[in-house]
């Protein structure tokens, strides 16, 4: 295992949030548009920030919890040449991937609860 020292481990998290926090905006912004069909309302700035944090908190949480879930042990081997090559992991391998898919999907049901609620009203 790869030790990187604790202020690396911070950016790293900080720049994972900045992605989070992209995608969850364009994601929230998409979702708006789909549900509504007032074009002005999709460029306020408090939605775009509130989807932002949305997504950014989704990508960073979720990615902290999948990393430390235990996971079933796995192990894959293959040959590269004359040598057999082994890896065990015992974690999901993917993390980032259930991040990114927070961070789209948690600013688009904040989108489809807002258009709901105002179709309640």
């Not at 992209?22 to 548009?33: E, F, L, N």
């Not at 081997?77 to 991040?99: E, K, L, R």
Request: glycine content about 6%; charged content about 10%; hydrophobic content about 55%.
């Amino acid at each position: 295992m790869i030790a990187f020292p604790p202020i690396m481990l911070a950016l790293l998290l900080l720049a994972n949030a900045l992605i989070g926090m992209a995608i969850g905006a364009v994601s929230g912004r998409i979702t708006a548009a789909m549900v509504r069909k007032d074009w002005r309302d999709l460029f306020r700035l408090r939605r775009i920030c509130a989807n932002a944090v949305f997504g950014g908190a989704a990508y960073v949480v979720f990615l902290l919890v999948i990393v430390s879930l235990p996971w079933p042990r796995n192990t894959i081997a293959y040959d590269i040449g004359q040598t057999y090559v082994t890896s065990t992991a015992n974690h999901f391998q993917y993390p980032n991937a259930i991040g990114y898919l927070a961070a789209i999907a948690l600013p688009a049901l904040y989108e489809f609860y807002r258009f709901r609620r105002l179709q309640v009203s």
